[in-house]
């Protein structure tokens, strides 16, 4: 998932320690044992800072790149913007001067066609959603990732951060027309939509694979202005998630473990020889 690809520099970013942070916020963060917060209507990305993990700001950011088209296909099924790009278009072809025609008219079409594969990418995220809701061979699915189905900015978000979630969305399968795939390959191939870009898929083909290949190309910016009307978008433990690591304490603990073997005969002679060696 190479959300390095994308451009967040619209994206405000605060901590407890930002000058002017929202205080009570973090505060209910805390209470509420939330880990990060992502609120689309001022597009601020709230980070505990004691809970700054590689994961959870993976989570909030995919709530960042993609808040915004569902919630245009929510309102209109992204009609305005279907029609706005149409209108584009038509303007373009009736520009005078042929070279400026031709620039014009080819980025119009490219976002007629962007509208177009976002549009099919949230319908087939809808589908994939309502299809894993419904499993009879994975009842259990529902409950212990209640967070994932709470709608379908989290199904995004967790089933593209979360190891244990994805596993299970790669058990279930999806009746097609030509062969079967996983439903993962058909979650990937959803949000590749969203982001307009082509994921090549065949039979049998890795899910994690697929992913992997399709966010490394992604790059879809949130706007500047942000998203009315959807919630603050939080990032929680998951059931059956295992607890972030963090880096500090992990070397914290490494280096005492090695420091207290060196503090053995044995273990600082060993250590002797190892420097020597070396």
């Not at 706005?84 to 119009?108: I, P």
């Not at 058909?186 to 982001?195: D, I, Q, S, T």
């Not at 992913?211 to 706007?223: K, L, N």
């Amino acid at each position: 998932r190479k959300l390095n690809s994308i451009n967040f520099s619209n994206v405000k970013v605060q901590t407890e320690a930002t000058i002017g942070a929202d205080i009570e916020r973090f505060k209910r963060l805390k209470d509420e044992a939330k880990y990060a917060e992502y609120d689309p209507s001022n597009n601020t990305l709230y980070m505990r800072r004691d809970r700054i993990y590689g994961n959870i700001v993976a989570h909030e950011l995919i709530h960042a790149a993609t808040v915004e088209v569902i919630r245009k296909y929510e309102l209109d099924g992204l009609a305005s913007d279907t029609q706005q790009a149409n209108e584009q278009l038509a303007l373009a072809e009736k520009v005078g001067d042929k070279d400026e025609r031709e620039s014009a008219v080819q980025k119009a079409k490219a976002r007629v066609a962007e509208v177009a594969s976002q549009k099919l990418g949230v319908q087939r995220l809808m589908n994939v959603y309502e299809l894993a809701q419904s499993q009879v061979s994975d009842p259990s699915l529902v409950r212990e990732y209640s967070a994932a189905f709470e709608n379908l900015y989290e199904f995004v978000a967790i089933g593209l951060t979360n190891p244990q979630f994805q596993n299970r969305l790669a058990r279930i399968e999806v009746p097609l027309t030509i062969g079967r795939k996983n439903l993962w390959t058909e979650f990937v191939k959803a949000v590749g939509n969203l982001f307009c870009f082509n994921i090549k898929s065949t039979d049998g083909v890795s899910a994690l694979d697929e992913v992997g290949q399709a966010f490394s190309e992604m790059a879809s910016a949130p706007s500047r202005e942000g998203v009315t009307g959807v919630k603050p978008l939080a990032a929680k433990k998951v059931e059956g998630e295992p607890p972030p690591i963090d880096p500090v304490e992990e070397a914290r603990k490494k280096r005492e473990l090695i420091m207290g073997k060196k503090l053995t005969l044995k273990g600082l002679f060993k250590d002797r020889m190892s420097a020597k060696s070396a």
